[in-house]
T-cell receptor, first 111, second 112 residues
């Protein structure tokens, strides 16, 4: 039931771009993206609802293709502060309130 | 601005002991969640509560019980702790109808 994230880990140099993918075997109502820094709690980045929308947050944006049951997170011109583990969370069914997360993608941005 | 408060922050238990993890939120959220986080496994949902008075099983409910005491509080109980329950536990809350989830700072539990 957990969504599948890829890649498991990414290493970038400052200024490079990255894409993190999230897919589910079940139809999705919404996709959430969170970032967690070492030793801290996950922090919300954005939510995408079904309808194929894209959202942006500074230089971080995401897309949601409900037909393919996939979402992608785009990190542009990465900064050192982007380092952390990124999780996608999915809700199956409107109003289910059941939020299930993937295993995460560890992003390391080096100077 | 307390947000989601979890207690305790750290706990060491002996196998077979019981304990309750407490979680409270002050954002008037309807939905509350308990997750456990283990290396390489991501965040796994233990139980959730869509509203006061209701609770549902998540992905890994075995060995746990929950109580939604009121709208603010959602507790997680380990009746007979096992070493496999060594983990970091996060409580989260969100408004109903697809809201962002706010996480507590976590409880690091070790069962020896």
């Amino acid at each position: 039931q957990q969504p599948v994230q890829s890649p498991q880990a990414v290493i970038l140099r400052e200024g490079e771009d990255a894409v993190i993918n999230c897919s589910s075997s079940k139809a999705l109502y919404s996709v959430h993206w969170y970032r967690q820094k070492h030793g801290e709690a996950p922090v919300f980045l954005m939510i995408l609802l079904k309808g194929g929308e894209q959202k942006g947050h500074e230089k971080i944006s995401a897309s949601f293709n409900e037909k393919k049951q996939q979402s992608s997170l785009y990190l542009t011109a990465s900064q050192l502060s982007y380092s952390g583990t990124y999780f996608c969370g999915t809700e199956i069914g409107s109003g289910s309130e059941k939020l299930v997360f993937g295993k995460g993608t560890k992003l390391t941005v080096n100077p | 601005n307390a947000g989601v408060t979890q207690t305790p922050k750290f706990q060491v238990l002996k196998t077979g002991q019981s304990m309750t993890l407490q979680c409270a939120q002050d954002m008037n959220h309807n939905s509350m969640y308990w997750y456990r986080q283990d290396p390489g496994m991501g965040l796994r949902l233990i139980y959730y509560s869509a509203s006061e008075g209701t609770t549902d099983k998540g992905e890994v409910p075995n060995g746990y019980n929950v109580s939604r005491l009121n709208k603010r509080e959602f507790s997680l109980r380990l009746e007979s702790a096992a070493p496999s329950q060594t983990s970091v536990y996060f409580c989260a809350s969100s408004r109903r109808q697809v809201g962002e989830a706010f996480f507590g700072q976590g409880t690091r539990l070790t069962v020896v």
